[in-house]
């Protein structure tokens, strides 16, 4: 049976990113060794970095004066690296869910921690709006889109201060205005690559402002200046990014998927909108992650949680069941899922319906 793949990250990639990808760990560029028994300054690593890192800045049209790297440890480092490189007394962090609270965990460790707003109270069902950021914030950090919740600033916002922004789940998913950001940066495992990577993209001369002494390895500076090749980077998932970006420039890059963003989308918050099995989590129909979609069964259809779950996995559906936070149901829609698999979804919400 076909499977449609909702899992939340890792998650699904295209199909052809995961052959070209395994067929170069077989065989890298015709030299008869892997990609994975190369030096990764071997001349034919170098094109793979420099050919994905110039996608990147012409799907996202990066300004000049802007550098893209490439990290091992996950956004999750960056919820370190970014107040070690950035805070010099005060930050500020919007609170819209897990991800943005693990971050300002760390920022404490630096400095103040200003929290902007925070819909927690409501099981962050919301973006918070009509806050001030404090002028003298060094940054405002925000998550542009909440894996966890389906919750999404699909936005650039206009702040007073410099903007930080962790777009492990959106990025690549509509055109964004980098010139509005100093640093961006995204775990790849949601919409870019195989796990293992992060991408990050930093305004040159807002490094090296921090009054400490930063270890090398989390200094920003030391990855822009030897362009993501100070260590060992993780070869692999970099260069199934690069196979995913020629996709995504093949497929007519980050406004294509966008418009793909909302067709699936309006497909799948349509049917939980007219099932009357189901509603969505999300209160403010606007703040609708067009990434992850969250919804639960109606009050008086709880009971059918469990039978719902079983029924969709029986039909081929992976990965739907909410995060233990949200309960319910979560699918997420990246760049790779396809009209096809979120209509077969929708089927699977239509025939449990008739059923009950
Ligand atoms: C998944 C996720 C993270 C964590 O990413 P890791 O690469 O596992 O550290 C952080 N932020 C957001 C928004 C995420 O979706």
């Known amino acids: 049976m076909k499977k449609y793949n909702f899992n939340a990250g890792p998650s699904i990639l295209p199909r052809e990113v995961i052959e070209k990808t395994a067929q170069q760990i077989l065989d890298f560029n015709g030299s008869g060794l892997s990609l994975a028994e190369i030096s990764h300054r071997a001349k034919d690593f170098q094109p793979v970095v420099d050919e994905a890192v110039a996608l990147i800045k012409e799907l996202l049209q990066v300004p000049e004066g802007y550098s893209v790297i490439f990290l091992g440890g996950g956004a999750s480092l960056e ?20 991800w943005a609270k693990k971050a300002m965990k760390e920022a404490k460790l630096f400095g103040e921690v200003v929290e902007v707003a925070s819909s927690a109270d409501a099981n962050y069902t919301f973006i918070p709006k009509g806050w001030e950021c404090p002028a003298d914030a060094d940054y405002l950090h925000i998550t542009t889109n909440n894996t966890i919740y389906g919750t999404e600033i699909r936005k650039d916002l206009d702040v007073n201060v410099r903007l930080i922004a962790d777009m492990s789940s959106d990025i690549f998913s509509r055109p964004i205005d980098v010139a509005k950001y100093d640093c961006i940066y995204a775990g790849a495992q949601k919409n870019l690559a195989m796990a293992g990577v992060t991408l990050i993209i930093l305004k040159d ?7 400490r002494q930063i270890p090398t390895m989390l200094d920003y500076r030391t990855h822009v200046e030897k362009g993501s090749m100070f260590n060992t980077p993780p070869v692999v998932p970099i260069y199934s990014a690069l196979e995913t970006l020629r996709w995504l420039k093949a497929k007519g890059g980050v406004e294509a998927m966008d418009k793909l963003a909302k067709q699936r989308a309006e497909i799948v918050y349509g049917e939980i909108d007219r099932n009357k099995l189901f509603r969505g989590t999300v209160t403010d129909v606007e703040d609708r992650s067009l990434m992850n979609i969250c919804f639960v069964m109606a009050d008086e ?23 233990r936070s ?10 790779a899922q396809t009209i096809e698999g979120v209509e077969a979804l929708v089927k699977c919400m239509k025939e449990f319906e008739a059923k009950n």
């Open 205 to 211: 001369d807002t490094l090296g402002k921090a009054p």
């Open 79 to 98: 919820f370190c690296m970014v107040p070690y490189n950035f805070l010099i007394k005060k930050a500020a962090y919007l609170n819209t869910g897990t």
């Open 326 to 335: 949200v309960g319910g149901f979560r699918a997420s829609c990246y760049n």
């Open 301 to 323: 259809y709880k009971e059918l949680e469990k039978p719902f779950l079983e029924y969709a996995t029986a039909q081929g559906m992976v990965g739907i069941k909410g995060h």
